[in-house]
């Protein structure tokens, strides 16, 4: 398979897919639910925008790795939170109205701070070698196109045809996760040579950001005395990110196969800690709360 199929039309088709797939789950009223907990909302965004990216920067720093897959690393961070995201949450009997308002609300943020996270995290990891760096302009377009435009026909689709739209969700999801296996298979596959010393490399680091991104959103719900189910959705926004796009802008936008590493890992990898999460969650739920 030549790389222009996997990365100009394999890669896009798939996250359009996944895109697709989330919007016939959306409804206006998704984007409208700030307004009923504007606090979590703020709490959740604050969390996917700000403190995960510089989790993902401390981590590339503090920890061995080449610069690509440092790269590689923050890009994963600076995605936001994909459908799996909301399943996830679902099964761990977390606040799911919050995850979705908080998936799509930071879907259309990161269009803005994707291009200019990564072009700072380019600039600061490979210095004179960033020649490739991220058009703003154009990348701004592109995400739109292969994410917010995708989800906008979802929604028309749930509008138009409700029924329709839901008999369409689990098939979709079942393509989605589909073409998602396959492009892990494949970048694996043309990086297998260099794997085992890829995961050597970037395989902790990918660990620390999920485990410590789950950490920090649940920590944050805590500390703003947020219900648990709303303690629960934070913790899985924030440490469950859209491998998908992540790997999209790797291997796509920016051409660097050994980039879109750490995004395959992670999207292996969330799936082992996003079931200890619905453990945790159902635990958490059916605990009985302290009387005072």
Do not use: H, W
Request: glycine share 8%.
């Amino acid at each position: 398979m030549q790389s222009s199929f996997f990365t100009a039309i394999l890669l896009p088709l798939a996250l359009a897919v996944v895109m697709l797939g989330m919007g016939l789950s959306l409804v206006p009223n998704d984007f409208k639910r700030i307004t009923r907990y504007p606090k979590a909302v703020a709490v959740g965004t604050f969390c996917q925008i700000v403190v995960l990216p510089l989790l993902g920067a401390l981590i590339a720093t503090i920890l061995p790795m080449p610069p690509d897959l440092a790269v590689g690393l923050i890009v994963v961070a600076v995605c936001p939170g994909g459908p799996s995201s909301n399943l996830i949450t679902y099964l761990a009997k977390g606040d799911v109205a919050l995850s979705v308002t908080l998936t799509a609300i930071n879907s259309v943020i990161t269009v803005f701070t994707i291009p200019i996270l990564i072009n700072l995290a380019l600039q600061t990891f490979l210095g004179e070698r960033a020649a490739i760096a991220l058009p703003i302009g154009s990348t701004m377009l592109q995400i739109v196109l292969i994410t917010l435009l995708p989800i906008a026909i979802g929604m028309a689709i749930r509008r138009a045809f409700p029924q329709a739209a839901r008999r369409l969700e689990k098939p979709m999801s079942r393509l989605a996760s589909g073409l998602l296996a396959l492009i892990i298979g494949l970048l694996l596959f043309r990086e297998g040579s260099k794997l085992p010393g890829f995961l050597m490399q970037v395989g902790i680091g990918v660990l620390f950001l999920n485990l410590l991104a789950m950490l920090a959103g649940l920590l944050a719900g805590r500390l703003f005395q947020l219900p648990r189910a709303q303690q629960i959705c934070l913790a899985i926004e924030v440490g469950i990110q859209n491998g998908t796009l992540a790997i999209a802008i790797t291997a796509g936008l920016l051409n660097n196969p050994e980039m879109a590493v750490p995004a395959a890992v992670y999207s292996l990898l969330m799936y082992g800690t996003g079931f200890m999460a619905i453990l945790y969650g159902r635990r958490l739920i059916n605990k009985p709360r302290l009387s005072v």
